[in-house]
């Protein structure tokens, strides 16, 4: 079965500093990736993905996730972070379609992003 | 290119009782999934519907049902509400083909809270 762990419940970070959020997952062949961003009361939406090829992918406000096949890992970086960016982020692992056609999304449990001045 | 849309955004109700919410999903887009969150949690996959049929479950009891129609829309209805129901109701679509990325598009969500 597929699962995704994200360590860190609660991170604070400092305005302008750099971001890294933590994601692991499970599964047993290669999936597809995907880091979500929440705003409080708000749904989810998309930061960025991965399929395939590079495994640095860039993503929307500046984020960027590194796949690292060895790891089992999809960490989210943001080199500078800005006030705005305070929410909770989740990473989610789904099967690459044509695996019988229907994607079901696993999502983690989250990581919420403080951001103080 | 309206996204997700659902209905109603706020409700209240009473153990025992039963809800249904609704959700269209993206324009071109022909699969929905619903999820719970409850507070202070990642979303948890209810169900998945595609042409009309339920095509993956969570781990979810029966009192959780759904429905789409023809034009994609979708419905989940909850019966014998119990506290522990209380949460934010997700609806997300994408679309099922080969050629698709199979990404989520979610809608605002509806938040239940069973008293």
């Known amino acids: 079965a597929q699962s995704v762990t994200q360590p860190d419940i609660h991170i604070t970070v400092s305005e302008g500093a750099s971001l890294e959020l933590r994601c692991n997952y499970s599964y047993g062949a290669t999936p597809y990736l995907f880091w979500y961003v929440q705003s409080p009361g708000q749904g989810l939406q998309l930061l960025l993905k991965?399929?395939?090829?590079?495994?640095l992918v860039q993503g929307i406000k500046g984020f960027e996730a590194e796949f690292k096949r060895s790891q089992s890992s999809f960490n989210l970086r943001k080199p500078s972070v800005h006030w705005s960016d305070a929410a909770e982020y989740f990473c989610a692992v789904g099967p690459r379609l044509g695996s019988g056609g229907y994607q079901k999304v696993t999502f983690g449990t989250g990581t919420k992003l403080q951001v103080i001045p | 290119d309206a996204g997700v849309t659902q209905s109603p955004t706020h409700l209240i109700k009473t153990r025992g009782q039963q809800v249904t919410l609704r959700c269209s999903p993206k324009?071109?887009?022909?699969?929905v999934s619903w999820y719970q969150q409850a507070l202070g949690q990642g979303p948890q996959f209810i169900f998945q519907?595609?042409?009309?049929?339920?095509?993956q479950r969570g781990n979810f009891p029966d009192r959780f049902s759904g429905h789409q129609f023809p034009n994609y829309s979708s419905e989940l209805n909850v019966n014998a509400l119990l506290l522990g129901d209380s949460a934010l109701y997700l609806c997300?679509?994408?679309?099922?083909?080969?050629?698709?990325?199979?990404?989520?598009?979610f809608g605002e969500g509806s938040r239940l809270t069973v008293l």
């Open positions: 991965y399929f395939s090829g590079d495994t």
């Open positions: 324009s071109g887009h022909d699969t």
């Open positions: 997300a679509s994408s679309l099922v083909a080969l050629a698709s990325t199979g990404e989520l598009f």
């Open positions: 519907y595609y042409e009309e049929e339920e095509r």
